[in-house]
């Protein structure tokens, strides 16, 4: 549920590019901005000393109060009233949603054995289809009803607009989700590096120095920049498809904010939790073969046969003919997540996890959510220099960013397997 509400409040802006382009007078690459740096800086920076703490705090208490925060921004963005508020409204969202990952990561290490955490994570995996889903939907449905309205006027705030309207009714919720989070078990730490204290004997620390996890990751470099890297290109190519979809709609075929948040949002509230299930089965599958690579295996058989789906979809001339691509996309996208997540927890000691788990947010949300919606516009508002061309920015996005996605995970997969090995002997 957590995950679905980030997803809400964090996807909900793309709906209203259009609107708030409008009202404020801004080009697409403005807008990006918005979308994708706007969110991504701060959930990145301060995701890495938050997920320090969540080593050796109460992850859950960290996950509370990162709710309330976020939840408490996003209806901050429906008090803006220029550019430059609703920019540092939307960094407040990305540094409250900088609690979840990394502290949502570990607790889900230290719940499953190693061989179910792909299946394990697949299914919290799919809060952030069922997140965006409903941002889509009921976000489509919640603009629709409110876009006849006649703007109203607040006290001291003064005038309020249809699509802020709409960040009040998504944001204010969530506060008192937060408090949800005081029923949550917090399990007990597994997976704990052990290192040998003064006089030889194997001790057991609850945090390490940051050298020690630098060293960690420096020692296995191969492995995690498959994870690191390759995941970093699938998130960037990811996230700038998602942020503009909506526009290439309405820019190509006509559709309405309703048809589009509903039609897409079926899609992934049905198609991609298949995808998660079909992923998870099949890395258990696997793994029980002895395919020690079997989490980054399936991660790079689905991103292969992602590329052509993901480049051909925006090009369609019919409306239906892209929504059914865009559909298997979605599908062969959303096999990745539960493997790639379980990839890192598994190979990463307990001390570490939380922290080495912030740094692969940092680089997909700094990297992935911050470049990718601004690859996009860029390529329309400087190298095709037309609004109505976003379909072929999208197709050049896709056919640069899987290609190179699948060259780094492919170059760490033998390495992950072998990490794979020398992680099961630590448990």
Not at 140 to 156: C, D, K, Q, R, Y
Not at 277 to 282: D, K, M, R, S, W
Request: one cysteine or more.
């Amino acid at each position: 549920m957590v995950t679905a509400l980030a997803l809400v409040d964090r996807q909900i802006m793309v709906l209203m590019v259009e609107p708030i382009k409008q009202d404020l007078q801004i080009s697409d690459t403005q807008m990006s901005l918005l979308i994708g740096f706007g969110f991504a800086l701060f959930y990145a920076v301060l995701g890495i000393p938050i997920a320090r703490l969540a080593d050796v705090w109460s992850r859950k208490t960290i996950i509370g109060i990162g709710i309330a925060f976020w939840s408490l921004m996003t209806a901050c963005c429906g008090l803006a009233h220029n550019y430059w508020q609703l920019l540092l409204a939307r960094m407040g969202v990305g540094a409250g949603e900088s609690c979840y990952g990394p502290a949502t990561f570990s607790i889900v290490g230290d719940s499953f054995p190693p061989e179910k955490l792909a299946k394990a994570s697949a299914v919290i995996s799919s809060g952030f289809y069922l997140g965006a889903g409903a941002a889509l939907i009921l976000g489509g449905a919640i603009i629709e009803a409110v876009s006849g309205l006649p703007n109203f006027v607040l006290p001291v705030i003064g005038e309020i607009r249809p699509w802020q309207t709409t960040f009040l009714i998504v944001g204010l919720p969530g506060i008192l989700v937060a408090g949800l989070m005081s029923t949550v078990h917090e399990p007990k730490r597994r997976g704990l590096l052990r290192r040998q204290d003064a006089s030889g004997k194997p001790a057991t620390r609850k945090s390490l120095p940051l050298k020690v996890i630098l060293q960690w990751l420096r020692d296995d470099w191969k492995t995690y920049l498959a994870i690191y890297g390759g995941m970093g290109f699938k998130a960037m190519a990811s996230a700038g498809a998602s942020a503009w979809l909506p526009s290439f709609f309405i820019r190509t075929h006509g559709w309405n904010i309703a048809e589009i948040g509903l039609s897409m949002g079926l899609i992934l509230l049905i198609i991609a939790p298949a995808g998660l299930l079909a992923g998870g089965f099949f890395t258990e599958y696997l793994a029980k073969r002895g395919r020690h690579d079997a989490n980054l295996l399936v991660v790079l058989w689905s991103s292969i046969a992602a590329i052509p789906v993901s480049i051909l979809f925006p090009l369609m001339q019919s409306p239906m003919a892209a929504l059914t691509l865009y559909a298997l996309h979605i599908f062969l996208l959303s096999v990745a997540p539960g493997p790639q997540n379980a990839a890192l927890v598994m190979i990463t000691p307990n001390q570490m996890r939380a922290q080495a788990s912030a740094l692969y947010f940092f680089l997909n949300n700094l990297i992935g959510t911050g470049l990718g919606p601004l690859l996009v516009a860029c390529y329309t508002d400087y190298l095709f220099r037309a609004e109505g061309a976003l379909r072929y920015s999208l197709a050049l996005h896709f056919a640069i960013l899987g290609p190179l996605s699948v060259l780094v995970i492919w170059y760490g997969l033998k390495p992950y397997g072998e990490s794979v090995i020398r992680a099961k002997a630590r448990v």
